[in-house]
């Protein structure tokens, strides 16, 4: 897995790739969210749902701004503690796992297949200004 990186630049695809993971990852973060209040709020004596709301809104903005800092060296490494971060929130709602491991794998593809579609881009736009 030589394309698999933890920091660094990536091409233009790349990122924006990523940056639709992790944009559709917060969307599900926030339901998720509101899933783990409920599920605390129903629970005689947990005075623990508002915690887990503000915590999930948190993940959730903290996706969406690692979503802004792609094209940062260390967005990619933001990247990977988000994905961390989500596969920990199973522990508060199971089905998050689930989630977790959905959006793990999309951002695992989009760092493999981003960097030969990156070099492709850049082969086709060189060989056009050579036209």
């Known amino acids: 897995m030589r394309s698999l990186i933890f920091y660094g630049r990536t091409g233009r695809f790349t990122f924006r790739m990523l940056a639709t993971v992790l944009g559709g990852q917060s969307i599900c973060i926030l339901l998720g969210a509101l899933v783990a209040r409920a599920l605390a709020a129903t629970d005689q004596g947990s005075g623990a749902s508002t915690a887990h709301l503000w915590v999930g809104l948190g993940l959730g903005a903290l ?3 690692a979503a802004g800092l792609m094209r940062r060296p260390w967005g990619i490494t933001l990247g990977w503690v988000v994905q961390g971060l989500t ?28 960097g030969p579609i990156d070099a492709e881009m850049a082969r ?3 060989a056009a200004r050579q036209e």
């Open 124 to 126: 086709r736009e060189a």
């Open 63 to 65: 996706c969406i701004v």
């Open 87 to 114: 596969l920990l929130s199973g522990l508060v709602v199971p089905m998050m796992f689930v989630v977790g491991l959905f959006f793990l794998a999309l951002w695992v593809t989009c760092l493999v297949k981003g």
